[in-house]
């Protein structure tokens, strides 16, 4: 099925470019624009160069710009909610170094009232 798929692609389509991890950008005879994802097709893996194309934003594909990142742009990632990358601070019930001895939980039938 993959073979039929990567064909007709091939067929019908013009590729414009790659990004770094690996995706590859298409626009199809009747201009729709598409990406065929490096791996799982997790949409948060487009670079923000390339969600300005894809999305219509802009009708220079990032291959024909110049896209220098500077020494203070961060590498993009993808989401990564539910991996062992994700983000987990330290004071998080999640995390098994919490000691949450400081909390106390609110009573409704022991309410402290203040004259």
């Not at 990406?35 to 487009?46: C, H, L, S």
């Amino acid at each position: 099925m993959q073979f039929i798929q990567n064909f007709i692609t091939k067929l019908s389509c013009k590729k414009i470019g790659s990004d770094e991890f690996g995706n590859e950008y298409f626009e199809h005879r009747n201009k729709k624009r598409f990406v065929v994802y490096n791996g799982i097709a997790e949409p948060t893996k487009i670079p923000a160069e390339w969600h300005v194309w894809i999305h219509y934003m802009t009708n220079q594909a990032p291959v024909q710009i110049n896209t220098n990142k500077y020494s203070w742009q961060k590498i993009h990632l993808p989401n990564l909610t539910g991996t062992l990358n994700s983000y987990n601070p330290n004071n998080s019930k999640s995390n098994s170094n919490n000691n949450s001895t400081h909390y106390e939980a609110w009573d409704a039938n022991n309410l402290k009232t203040y004259d």
